[in-house]
């Protein structure tokens, strides 16, 4: 008789857990497949039934930098750090994108996926992270619109002192990263109390429209006075706006002590989310 015969069936046992608990990294990567499937699938639901599809993510920070431009710049005359109003705000609004996509992908995960989470297994994290990842596709298609506009706007002002600091660019991946990280960490916490209490997922709306005029997308953090930047930098948000502006126009207002206590924030965020999600998983389907 072989082997194959005699070698009983693997099982896996599905056991409830109890207290706080931090993600399980190895569940993670055995659902990287499906991981992949809910990147696919958000990106394609996304457009379904659209006439522009991706882009949307062109015109709508154009759009909104218009206005920005005829209300900020030229009617209430703010300051913008010496740049032009159109790529000072284009390029505050790429960073500001694209966490305000993820905050709002990650908090509606409980909600949202309730029928999925009811009928199958698998790390319920999973789908916050496939949203992140799949945000990084609109990040793109504003990032190379972002940079044709200023490619353009070098040519028309061969003058001009807009420009990327190539040997810095190479950083703009850890940024992102942080971005990611703190909506990340900050959706989790939103998606958890949801689950709850159905009064924050209305509040969301009114968080994120309030959270942007604390953030330098609108004024630059040069024009912040002194006595208040400490209180800036706790939110997570400042310094990578600040930094995509450095990196990518040559302009910005950087401060180490001030970019340690932001990635400090994202830290405490991204950590104290993700355990809050855990806990409020196991027993959101109860009371979906």
Not at 124 to 136: D, K, Q
Not at 168 to 185: D, M
Not at 203 to 225: H, N
Request: aromatic share 14%; hydrophobic share 55%.
């Amino acid at each position: 008789m072989s082997n194959e015969a005699t070698t009983p069936p693997r099982e896996t046992v599905i056991q409830a857990t109890h207290g706080w608990r931090f993600a399980n990294w190895q569940d993670l990567w055995a659902y990287r497949d499906l991981l992949v499937l809910l990147v696919w699938r958000d990106f394609v639901t996304r457009y379904k039934q659209t006439i522009l599809g991706p882009l949307w993510h062109i015109f709508q920070p154009l759009l909104t930098t218009l206005i920005f431009t005829v209300v900020f710049s030229q009617v209430a005359e703010l300051p913008t750090d010496g740049l032009p109003p159109t790529l000072f705000y284009l390029c505050g609004l790429l960073a500001w994108n694209y966490f305000c996509q993820c905050f709002h992908s990650t908090s509606s995960t409980l909600a949202a996926n309730a029928g999925l989470f009811g009928k199958i297994y698998f790390p319920r994290l999973i789908v916050p992270l496939a949203g992140v990842i799949a945000n990084l596709v609109s990040f793109a298609i504003q990032l190379v619109s972002f940079l044709t506009i200023l490619a353009f706007y070098q040519a028309s002002h061969p003058n001009t002192t807009c420009a990327p600091r190539w040997q810095a660019i190479v950083f703009v991946p850890l940024v992102l990263l942080q971005l990611a990280a703190f909506s990340l960490g900050i959706g989790l916490w939103l998606a958890a109390l949801t689950s709850k209490f159905r009064d924050f997922g209305i509040l969301s709306g009114f968080l994120i429209q309030l959270w942007m005029y604390l953030t330098p997308v609108i004024l630059p953090l040069a024009k912040v006075p002194p006595q208040w930047h400490r209180y800036v930098a706790l939110n997570p948000v400042t310094m990578p706006v600040e930094c995509f502006r450095y990196f990518l126009l040559g302009t910005g207002w950087l401060n180490v002590s001030l970019i340690l206590v932001s990635i400090g924030a994202t830290f405490v965020a991204l950590v104290t989310g993700i355990l809050v999600f855990q806990r409020a998983e196991k027993n959101f389907i109860d009371v979906a």
